[in-house]
């Protein structure tokens, strides 16, 4: 039987056990929709395992996806730690103790401490709205339609202490509408990266994503 999927020092992924249960934590601050996208199409399916989904709003409606699904959560208001460094320590502690192989940001509007990027180098994935580095940070969609862009996209990476910085790992074009509706625009990008982040999260358990180990900002895919 094929080994369990855990992080190597190279930046890969090395096989361990019983690649039946890679586990994943989502944080998340909304209402979840790509949450529910990674539930619908990989969790339980026999491969990869949503083993918590944390997040800093009490009344995020994806904790009630979390628990509809039977998944454990976590809550971590930043007002209730002395600083952000503490709660990303006590949030890390508790994606520990979940025995997480990835963590995966699913519009998780808090911004990570060095100390938990560094914890968990190479583990943690986000999706952005934006064909990166275009568009970083806040309303990606408002900034493409504010610079004129025909296209803009979906971009799957690595976090790093930067914002929306890190290693690039999949990414997929989506053309802005002629009439520039930012509300059908809102819509093809929701649906691609409910495709695509799902895709890359695959991609990641099955061993297929090496981070290089000579240029650590290029992301290596393997067949």
């Known amino acids: 039987m094929a080994g369990k999927l855990r992080h190597a ?15 994943i934590v989502v944080l998340a601050s909304g209402s979840g929709t790509n949450l529910q996208a990674i539930l619908d199409t990989l969790h339980g399916h026999g ?8 997040s800093d709003k009490p009344d995020a409606r994806a904790l009630e996806r979390a628990r509809v699904a039977g998944i454990e959560t976590g809550i971590f208001p930043r007002d209730e730690y002395d600083d952000r460094e503490a709660r990303d320590t006590a949030m890390g502690d508790w994606i520990e103790a979940r025995g997480a192989d990835l963590v995966a940001l699913a519009g998780y ?13 190479h583990r943690i994935v986000n999706v952005h709205p934006a064909l990166l580095p275009a568009f970083p940070g806040l309303d990606a969609i408002g900034q493409a339609l504010e610079a004129g862009a025909e296209a803009t996209g979906v971009t799957v990476h ?16 989506v053309p802005v509408p002629a009439d520039r509706d930012r509300a059908a625009l809102e819509e093809a990008i929701h649906a691609t990266e409910h495709e ?13 994503v090496r981070i290089g180990a000579d240029d650590p900002s290029v992301v290596i895919l393997d067949e």
């Open 9 to 23: 020092p190279d930046g890969g992924l090395r096989e361990d056990a019983d690649v039946s249960d890679f586990r």
């Open 47 to 54: 491969e990869i395992e949503v083993a918590g989904v944390g």
């Open 109 to 121: 509007m808090q911004l990570l401490s060095e100390g938990f990027v560094v914890r968990f180098r």
């Open 158 to 173: 690595f976090v790093d202490e930067g914002v929306d910085t890190g290693p690039v790992l999949l990414q997929r074009e």
């Open 196 to 208: 695509l982040y799902p895709e890359a999260i695959r991609m990641i358990a099955a061993g297929r």
